[in-house]
């Protein structure tokens, strides 16, 4: 979780344009996977604004 949030604010912009592309390339196999990094990202943001 540390290096996660060292992370989210170094790459919060890169982090989100990627989340775009990786489900529009496999959105039946990352579906899960994205979705549970959006949540992690929906909570980091709230917290951030």
Same mark, same amino acid.
């Given at each position: 979780?540390?290096?996660?949030? %060292? #992370? #989210?604010?170094?790459?919060?912009? #890169?982090? =989100?344009?990627?989340? =775009? *592309?990786?489900?529009?390339?496999?959105?039946?196999? /990352?579906? /899960?996977? !994205? *979705?549970? !990094? %959006? @949540?992690? /990202?929906? @909570?980091? /943001?709230?917290?951030?604004?």
């Amino acid at each position: 979780m540390e290096v996660d949030n %060292d #992370d #989210d604010s170094d790459s919060s912009d #890169d982090s =989100e344009e990627e989340s =775009e *592309e990786e489900p529009a390339k496999t959105p039946q196999r /990352k579906v /899960k996977d !994205v *979705e549970m !990094v %959006d @949540a992690s /990202k929906s @909570a980091k /943001k709230a917290v951030i604004i």
